[in-house]
């Protein structure tokens, strides 16, 4: 019996395994459309870049090879070893990039600098790494950083620069792909005008640009094929040009062929190395773009297909190279056979699209993940699949990425420029992701110090020689992304900075439960029937704002909410945990806490279904308090805050009668696990999308003998509230420098800042909020 239980057992094991196993295969597939379309295109360019300047003058085959030897290893020790065999073990619950080490650190060690952090967020399911359950053991290192604020603030300034040389990547990655892939019509076309490829480039970068809105999903059954068909084409092309032109390159594998090159070549060989360095621009997304695929299939796609084909490709250029010296300037295209030229220049094109789209797509992630700090304008952010999380589309960003290309398109004109520019951008990125490795080994890995070290001087050491001959090329067009990125970071700093000072101005001005308290059970007014739902960024006590309606209405709602909307250190925080309900004063004032979470990759959707949400929460919680030990009644826990995670997921037993005016069929029927608790229905369409209209939802209380009294009158008031309408009361407010602050200080806030919120989209719009529903205050803030 027990051989007959574990054979079964073998047999169920096997088939998971099977399965699994199937599942990455699959996600392999398509990761080569989404990860390595950047990465594969780099033998485009790679030579022409490298070979230019006075490292012309030592055209040589012994270069060749020093130069192939350079790029091998490059490609071996960066991508392979240091990102596919141990950064991608560095997930954020599945979530890689930048950010997602950022978030990992934040939560390990105090390093987070984002406003209305709270105890309850340690309590997330996806709060923990890994299998870890404990915190990171208390060093000195560790309470040395967290000790001090500037040391935190320097690391948030270095994640922001990582992420404004990715933005700076979504500018000159499609410039530097469709102008290199046009321009092997020179190698047909000797006469053809250079004009006339910049029109073709601009033409190609506009179309790509504007069917952004689209969405990647629309096209991405295309963009797996295009890659490898140009992956198998490359490697044929590399193999031929092997057999064909010179066997012998493969020696060149030895390092001692680097020793060989920087001997003859001296630093016009070390200034070489900007070029080589674009052999591997692209590697980030492999641990970027994690979200959508696992470490597995990655590795798998990387290490048995992408890897092999591009060392091929490269040894091939060599080959062709070492019997053609004066084909440097289209070396790709030169080598191509001729019968094949004008398919190969096809797939060229189309893979540069294909990888231009997905670092676009990157970028919008980016820039989301920044907004989600609290260091990015508020934005428009279009969810534009429902079937693949996390494809998003920002207006505003892709023209201003439009604009930016084309202008850098124009102006440069040349391939070698823009690489320049490219290559430090690249390089930034892969030292910023280092120096947060360093950090991660020791506070979320707990490995050794030492380790961590070896880490940083390893890879850092070689990355940072590669940066020292990059920086070389800033004023051949290496000034690019650094002027970019100041760019951004100037509007990064200075949003963030006047988002910081407002919370803080709320955070001093807080109104007084005492004074709360006072006032009465009333408030001094007059307590008409509805909801009123009070928008502030605090998650703890009352804002200023609600003193203006206090002093200044004759009536105010029954039931009143102060609904905080924030971002957690987390990619994203499930529908049960979105919801954090408390009681303001006690419960005879009918006042409650609402706080919403959201992860820096969730997307805030307006499904038409918050309203409900909220109430169901709020009688949800009402429940808890009444049947649950630690939510006595007594005068202490209705004063402090107390907060509890009510989850808005829809299958509980008994349940109220619920009744829903909508334009779809919907069962009428709840099921919760709660007795006597308020729900609303989540009706989906075919593809589980939540449908965007809105509904009206009336819930009506059962007879229940078993009920308290007390309970069952709130609840009365929480519905009869609720019929009677929302309104959403928000302040409209202006921060202002005072006249005694500096002049940076009025230069950042009266203007930067004051700028960037009239040309923002509204809070009201970026919430979602009803504008006929909608009550704004004024207010102004001197800070």
């Not at 935190?152 to 990582?162: E, K, Q, S």
């Not at 920087?262 to 070489?272: C, L, P, Q």
């Not at 092999?308 to 056979?337: D, E, K, R």
């Not at 928000?730 to 602050?741: L, V």
Request: aromatic content about 12%; some cysteine; proline content about 4%.
């Amino acid at each position: 019996m027990d051989a007959e239980s574990g054979a079964s057992n073998t047999r169920v094991d096997s088939q998971l395994s099977l399965r699994n196993l199937c599942r990455n295969l699959i996600l392999a597939y398509q990761s080569f459309g989404v990860v390595y379309g950047d990465l594969s295109i780099s033998p485009l360019y790679v030579y022409t870049s490298t070979f230019v300047g006075k490292l012309q003058h030592h055209q040589n085959e012994a270069a060749i090879f020093g130069v192939f030897s350079l790029i091998f290893w490059t490609l071996t020790l960066i991508p392979l070893v240091k990102y596919v065999f141990i950064i991608l073990g560095a997930d954020d619950n599945g979530e890689g990039g930048t950010f997602a080490l950022y978030s990992l650190l934040c939560r390990h060690a105090r390093f987070s600098l984002l406003p209305n952090q709270q105890a309850a967020d340690e309590e997330l399911s996806t709060y923990k790494y890994g299998l870890s359950s404990q915190a990171v053991a208390s060093s000195p290192f560790k309470r040395f950083l967290e000790k001090h604020k500037k040391l935190r603030t320097a690391l948030l300034v270095v994640v922001l620069f990582g992420a404004s040389m990715v933005i700076g990547d979504g500018v000159l990655t499609p410039a530097i792909s469709v102008l290199s892939s046009v321009s092997g019509l020179k190698v047909v076309e000797k006469k053809l005008v250079e004009g006339a490829l910049i029109s073709l480039a601009c033409v190609i970068l506009i179309c790509l640009f504007a069917l952004q809105h689209f969405g990647t999903h629309r096209v991405a059954f295309l963009f797996a094929p295009v890659v490898i068909i140009w992956l198998i084409s490359i490697f044929g092309i590399g193999l031929y040009n092997i057999i064909c032109w010179n066997p012998n390159i493969w020696r060149a594998i030895s390092p001692y062929y680097i020793y060989k090159f920087f001997r003859e070549t001296g630093k016009d060989g070390w200034i070489s190395l900007g070029g080589v360095l674009l052999c591997i621009t692209g590697t980030e997304a492999m641990f970027a773009d994690l979200g959508h695929f696992t470490p597995l299939s990655i590795r798998l796609a990387f290490s048995f297909v992408v890897y092999p084909c591009l060392v091929v490709q490269y040894m091939g250029q060599a080959a062709f190279l070492t019997q053609n010296l004066g084909s440097f300037h289209t070396s790709f295209y030169a080598s191509i056979p001729g019968p094949l030229f004008w398919p190969v220049f096809v797939i060229a094109t189309l893979a540069a699209i294909v990888g231009s789209q997905a670092v676009i797509t990157a970028t919008f992630s980016i820039v989301k993940q920044c907004h989600a700090l609290g260091c990015f304008p508020r934005i428009k952010i279009v969810h534009t699949s429902r079937q693949i999380y996390g494809q998003i589309y920002i207006p505003e960003i892709n023209w201003i990425l439009m604009i930016i290309c084309l202008a850098i398109t124009i102006g440069f004109q040349d391939t070698t420029l823009i690489g320049n520019a490219y290559g430090i951008a690249c390089v930034t990125v892969m030292i910023i992701t280092t120096c947060l490795m360093t950090l991660v080994i020791v506070f979320v890995w707990q490995k050794s110090i030492m380790l961590a070290v070896a880490f940083l001087i390893f890879f850092g050491s070689i990355e940072s020689v590669y940066l020292s001959a990059a920086v070389t090329k800033v004023p051949q067009g290496g000034w690019a992304p650094l002027v970019l990125s100041c760019f951004f970071m100037i509007v990064m700093y200075v949003w963030h900075y006047g988002t910081r000072r407002k919370y803080n101005f709320d955070l001093h001005n807080k109104v007084s439960l005492k004074w709360i308290l006072g006032l009465g059970p009333s408030l001094g007014v007059v307590r008409v029937p509805g909801i009123g739902l009070i928008y502030s960024e605090l998650a703890t006590g009352v804002p200023k704002i609600f003193t203006h309606f206090i002093t200044n209405l004759p009536a105010f709602h029954k039931v009143l909410v102060f609904v905080c909307v924030k971002s957690v250190p987390v990619p994203h925080v499930s529908a049960e945990e979105r919801f954090l309900i408390g009681r303001v004063c006690p419960k005879s004032y009918r006042m409650y806490r609402c706080i919403v979470r959201y992860g820096y990759k969730d997307v805030q959707k307006d499904n038409g279904d918050f309203e409900s949400q909220l109430i169901q929460s709020i009688a949800e919680f009402i429940q808890m308090e009444a049947e649950e030990p630690q939510f006595t009644n007594s005068e202490s826990s209705s004063l402090d805050g107390r907060m509890a995670v009510i989850s808005t997921r829809v299958g509980r037993s008994n349940s109220l009668m619920v009744s829903e005016q909508e334009d779809y069929s919907a069962s009428n029927t709840i099921q919760s696990s709660k007795s006597l608790t308020l729900l609303s229905r989540h009706s989906e369409n075919e593809d589980g999308a939540t449908l965007p209209m809105r509904r009206r939802v009336r819930f009506q209380l059962p007879p229940s003998p078993a009920m308290d009294a007390s309970v069952r009158e709130e609840l009365m008031d929480l519905i009869k509230a609720q019929e009677s309408g929302v309104a959403y009361i928000m302040g409209h407010s202006y921060i202002k420098a005072r006249r005694t602050g500096s002049i940076l200080k009025k230069l950042v806030v009266d203007i930067g800042y004051s700028f960037l919120r009239k040309n923002c989209r509204g809070p009201a719009v970026a919430l979602n909020i009803p504008h006929i529903s909608l009550i704004e205050v004024g207010m102004i803030y001197y800070v």
